[in-house]
């Protein structure tokens, strides 16, 4: 499923291109996102959409995620059936709006999900969450 979901797009001008940092920040911004998208987030820079280029980009990230970002554009998600793919992506477009809220109010939240907090709910919920956006800030 491919949207073009308004605050995640928004997030692609603000946040590093990084597949780890977008999906950490996204992670913290509501407990159910680590356990939603555990694999965390693949990312696109910037391409002319509909081409080869972007087709091939985005498989390949696919491989290890379930949503892909293309910048300035929109994401794409995948599931088993529409009712969790539409889920990952509400979850997903819900978390960018939460991160854009806080963050115009105040340039450094005062306190967030804290990187034991992630690793706690994805064992409570027994799911293995992707090692690159588990660092330390």
């Not at 996102?33 to 087709?55: K, Q």
């Not at 529409?82 to 991160?99: P, R, S, V």
Request: net charge negative.
């Amino acid at each position: 499923m491919h949207s073009h979901a308004t605050n995640l797009i928004a997030l692609t001008f603000v946040l590093p291109l990084d597949g780890a940092v977008f999906t950490r920040e996204l992670w913290e911004m509501a407990t159910e996102c680590p356990v939603v998208f555990p694999s965390g987030v693949g990312i696109v820079p910037w391409m002319v959409p509909g081409g080869a280029e972007i087709a091939e980009a985005t498989s390949e990230l696919m491989k290890k995620h379930d949503v892909v970002i293309w910048a300035h554009h929109g994401m794409f998600c995948s599931g088993t059936d529409f009712d969790q793919t539409f889920g990952l992506m509400h979850t997903i477009e819900k978390a960018a709006e939460i991160w854009l809220k806080v963050h115009s109010v105040v340039k450094v939240p005062r306190q967030s999900i804290p990187l034991q907090g992630l690793k706690d709910v994805g064992q409570a919920f027994g799911v293995k969450l992707n090692d690159s956006a588990l660092y330390e800030k």
